[in-house]
Structures are given as C-alpha cells and as structure tokens.
C-alpha cells in the first residue's frame, strides 16, 4: 500500500523557477502519467519524486512520510530510465540483481526473485546474456524487471517507450499497463506522446510550462479541458479553437453561451470544439462556413483541413466513406453544441454553470 | 573500404618488399645486440664485427644475470619491475579516483584542481627533477623503492583520459546505480571500474613502459647498485676512464632489459586491441 501525495512543489535553478507549484494526489495502486511537451518540467517532477533533483520547496511524501531529503534507495521507488541504463558489463541477471545485491538479501531470494520477474517479463531464457546482446524490446523488459524485483512502493517510468519503434511502443505500452495492474504498485509515468497518456493511465496530469495545467481521468481532461493548452495538447488532431466571431453567419440560431459571447463582443475569446463534434453540411444549416484545404484520408476516418475567415486553420472528422468536397470549395459546417468549449482570453475554461 | 581490396602480381610483391625492408631496417640493430651478445670480447673489438650468433650465449647469460657489472642484473630487473609496476599500478590507481571525484562530484574549486592537474601535463620531469630529489631526500627515500616510485606516480595524462572516458559514461547509469542503492564508492568499483577495464589495460600497457624506461629519476635517487634500475644499469656499465667495457655482458644485459616490456605489449595485446575496438555503453 503506497501513496504518493505532491504539495506544492517548486523548483529553482539559481534564479529560474521552472517548475511553479504542483500538488497532486497520487492513490495506491494508480497509475498517474504526466504529459506535457518537452522542456515542461515533467520529468524534473518526477527526478524529483526518484529523488534525483532536490525540491526547491513543497513536500514530497510517500505513504504519508516526507521523503524531501532521503536518498533514493531509501524512498524505496523503482525507476524505468528512457535509455533503459543497463549495466553494460553486467548480465541481465546481474542487472537486475543488483539493487537486491546491495540491499544485502540472501542469495537464493535473489535468485527467486529474479527468476520471477524473468518469468513474467518472458525474459528467462536471457539471463545469462549482456545487455548489448538484446533487441530494444528486450532492455525495455530488463529494465523493468530490474524495477520489479525490488517489490518497490512506486514505479517511476521517464519516458521509458520513446526509444522503441512504433509497434514495439503499442505492444510494450499493453504490458506496461497488463504489469501495472498484476502488481499493483502505484506508478508514475512520464511521457510526451498524448497516445501513451491517454491509454495508460488511471489519471493524467498534463503540464504546461512548469504548471499543472489539468489533474484527471484522461477521457474527463479529453471531452472537459480546463485551457486551451490541454485541449490542443491532448487530442490528434487537436481541439478545434475558433474566435466566436466567426460564427457571425445569420443562418442559424447559435446555441445559447456561445451566442452570447458573440453578443457581448467576446473579443478574446475562444470556442473549443473537438473535430468529431463538427460536420460538415448543407448551405442551409450552417453555423460556420470556411474554406476547404486539403483532406488526409487514413481509412477508417477523413480529416478535413478547413481555414475560416480569419485565417484560422481548423479540422473536422468525419467517416472514411462520407463524400469531400473539393479543395478551394466553400465548406459550410455544423456541430453539437453540447460539445462546446468556451475559454477566456487567458486561455482558462469559462463555466457556465449550467 | 578501398584499402581492404586484394592486390594481386606485382603490387603484392612491392608492399611486401617495403614492409620487408622496413622491418630489417627496425630490426637488425637488435639483432646485432643479440650476435654481440653471444660472442668473445675479442670478436667485437676486433673489426668486421661478426653477423652471425657465437657460441658463448649461455656463459654471457650467465654472467650477465649472477654477477654482471657492478651488480648482478637479475637484481636489476626486479628493481625496475616493481618501479615499473608500482608506477604504473600506482598512476592507474591515483588517477582513476581523481578522475572519478571531478566528474562525479561537486566541490569548491573543482574546476581549478582540474586545471592545475591539466597544467602539470606540460612540465616532465625533468623540470621539477631538483625540487622532487630535495623533498624525495628528506622523506629518506633515496635508494628505495618508494623514492623510486612515488615521486613518479601523478598523471596528469591519464587522469585526463579517464576523466574524457567518464564523461562519456551516461548520466543515467549513476542515476540507475543511486536508484539501486548504490553509494558512491559502490558505484565506482561495480560499474565505473568494470567499465573501464579495457581503457586501464590500455593504459597499463603504456605506463608499464614509461616506468621500465625511466633513466634520470633512477640515476639520481639510486646510489646504491643494488637499487639500480636495468634502464640506468645498462649505462653503468660503461667504463670510466681506461677500462675495457665488457661488450658482450653489456649486449645481454640489453636485450635482457627489452624482454619484459616486449612480454607486458604481446601479453596485454588482445585486451589493449579489444579497448580500441569495442564499444559497450
């Protein structure tokens, strides 16, 4: 039973702040990834928590104990390095040996212990081997193996996929996920690619800047973005942001909040709306028409690159068999109000409150 | 790879003829050193000088090993080996740890100390030779092993090489050793060390020789013949003044001087090979 629980946690390099105050709540058994582009501040948060970067300030605290200023070892977490970083001299056996090794176990729990893991990582026919004799997919696995045999309160992945080729990255994020949930050990995972989020975790935090820009389950932050940087950030392709004066056309009745805004100038501000919740249609039942760009049909479903009035490029999804019209086209659009986002001119989600 | 292509005919035989007559040109010095070595005094002061082996190798040998000149040059050998060793175990040993405190720690001034021992790299030996002598002579380390080694044993070089060797060490293998469990001494002797092996072979192989050749520093620290080095030794036996030189001890004594760096290179051969060519980081 672990929790790792952040309260405002900051940290400085000489003058610069990079990272501005991040508290978060982490429940045993979770697995929590943070997401955000690079530069963020993501993985200095969870070196952080490994305790491989002092804390400016703010307190880090596993199972309700402050941790701030013990060695990593003695947190007792586990970390999945993005280079794998191997023991290069050592066998796999030895590699993942090594942290019971110096803990001062018994060597025949050692080798349980290991075999176990090897077991469950299907790695037991490597085990005498050297790291540099092994696929990519194989050092994934040692290194995670390396991670379980500690049995540790936490798993701490930075970025442990991004140097596997693309299936290798589907296939190991699934075991990633299937391990997680046999061993139950709360985890956080550190990741760039909005994919690997979205289907890994039980929550996500997406960072921004040095900033928690949004805590929570990755289909609540997907349909419900608190900024328009998690709505961009999250998504492929990314929300739609639309100034509401584009919709100006007469046409049809605008929904509610958004006729609103559009009444009262809302000169900065921006309606969010995910490309599967525009259609394109007829003339008639316009909301919004734009100009057509170019399409990319991969199969299953078409994006449709559209530039409105003012500039702004924009997509719509629709079905792979549904007709497109042709590039330079007028393109008169609808969608769901239901769907609709609207944020403020600093980019933060305006609530209605019903 | 343009240079790996087989020649054929005649460009076979030219390259080999090259290299033949390099090598002949290398090597005959030595061989005349080992036919002097194997024959009468008389032969050799009595000119044309013979080229080929006498018959007087194992008396020589003999003489040159249990009594030699003014000591006896199996005595020589030991000292110059474990001057050789001490220097280059001692150097290997003290630049390791060197290195491993500028790369992997954080202290005041770290930058300097590691530009003060870069500076040292350009004064030899003989620069500081009149200063080392004074301290090595109140220490009373002449005539010892210890004067022999000590004052020998920083390097500059080869804590410069194990530093850039370090560095090229990713960042995540400490962090993945600390993460483990490991301290700091834990780390360098289970990771960096095991690491380095290829680098220190390397390294021995080239510092085993500095040390077998050092002449000046032995000279002045060793009165006594029986702390003389094989290197200076050789010189030694030299005459002064109007004694005949006994050219065919000397000539043994050469060559018995050139077997053990010449094993140290054959032995340490593949590993030094295998630090050039493999890569495992």
Not at chain 2, 14 to 30: D, E
Request: net charge neutral; charged share 20%.
């Amino acid at each position: 039973m672990s929790t790792i629980s952040l309260k405002s946690i900051r940290k400085s390099y000489g003058k610069t702040e990079v990272i501005h105050g991040i508290d978060a709540e982490i429940a045993d058994g979770e697995l929590i990834v943070i997401v955000g582009p690079s530069g963020c501040g993501k993985s200095t948060l969870l070196r952080m928590v490994a305790g491989l970067e002092t804390v400016t300030s703010g307190e880090i605290a596993i199972d309700g104990k402050r941790v701030n200023d013990l060695e990593p070892m003695d947190r007792n977490v586990a970390m999945v390095f993005q280079s794998y970083a191997l023991y290069p001299h050592m066998s796999v056996f030895d590699n993942m040996a090594y942290g019971l090794k110096i803990a001062g176990r018994p060597k025949a729990e050692i080798a349980e212990r290991v075999a176990k893991a090897a077991q469950m990582l299907q790695l037991e026919e490597f085990l005498q081997r050297r790291p540099r004799e092994l696929s990519g997919g194989q050092r994934q696995r040692v290194a995670m193996g390396r991670a379980i045999v500690r049995k540790p309160a936490a798993f701490l992945f930075d970025e442990p996929l991004s140097n596997l080729d693309a299936k290798l990255r589907v296939q190991m994020r699934l075991e990633i996920k299937g391990l997680q949930r046999d061993l139950g050990v709360t985890s956080l995972y550190v990741t760039h690619d909005q994919v690997e989020a979205m289907t890994l975790a039980d929550r996500m935090i997406v960072m921004n800047a040095g900033v928690a820009e949004q805590i929570g389950a990755p289909l609540d932050v997907y349909q419900d973005p608190e900024t328009v940087f998690v709505g961009g950030f999250i998504g492929s392709p990314p929300m739609n942001f639309i100034a509401p004066r584009e919709f100006a056309g007469p046409d049809t009745d605008l929904p509610d909040p958004l006729a609103r805004a559009v009444a009262a100038g809302g000169e900065n501000m921006l309606v969010g709306l995910r490309p599967e919740h525009m259609a394109l249609c007829a003339a008639g039942e316009a909301m919004l028409t734009g100009t057509m760009r170019y399409v990319e049909p991969l199969g299953a479903e078409t994006l449709v690159h559209v530039a409105l009035g003012d500039g702004t490029q924009i997509t719509v999804r629709q079905e792979g068999i549904a007709e497109v019209p042709e590039t330079g086209a007028t393109c008169p659009m609808r969608f769901d109000p239901a769907y609709l986002c609207l944020f403020d001119g600093n980019g933060k989600r305006i609530r209605t409150g019903g | 790879m343009s240079g790996m292509v087989e020649k054929t005919g005649r460009g076979l035989w030219l390259t080999h003829l090259g290299l033949i007559v390099g090598l002949a040109f290398i090597c005959f010095p030595i061989y005349l050193a080992f036919v002097a070595s194997t024959v009468e005094q008389q032969d050799i002061v009595r000119p044309p000088m013979p080229l080929l082996p006498g018959d007087k190798f194992y008396e020589n040998y003999r003489d040159a090993l249990l009594s030699g000149v003014n000591a006896p040059v199996w005595r020589m050998l030991v000292n110059s080996t474990v001057m050789a060793l001490g220097i280059a175990l001692g150097k290997i040993l003290i630049s390791l740890l060197s290195a491993f405190a500028i790369v992997y720690f954080r202290f005041p001034a770290r930058k300097l100390f590691f530009w003060l021992i870069f500076l040292t790299l350009m004064l030899p030996v003989e620069v500081r030779i009149v200063p080392t002598y004074e301290v090595a002579a109140n220490f009373g380390m002449l005539n010892s092993y210890s004067g022999l080694i000590l004052p020998l044993i920083a390097s500059a070089t080869a804590t410069f090489l194990f530093r850039q060797f370090f560095m090229t060490v990713p960042d995540e293998l400490a962090e993945a050793a600390r993460v483990d469990g490991a301290k700091p001494m834990r780390f360098f002797f289970d990771i960096l060390l095991p690491m380095s092996r290829t680098n220190i072979a390397a390294l021995f192989v080239i510092l085993f020789i500095y040390g077998w050749n050092q002449y000046l520093w032995p000279l002045l620290v060793t009165t006594d013949p029986s702390m003389n080095t094989i290197v200076m030794g050789i010189k030694q036996m030299f005459p002064s003044g109007d004694d005949l030189a006994n050219w065919p001890v000397i000539m043994a004594t050469a060559i018995l001087a050139m077997i053990p760096p010449v094993a140290v290179v054959i032995f340490m051969q593949n590993l030094f090979i295998k630090g050039l060519i493999e890569t495992e980081k």
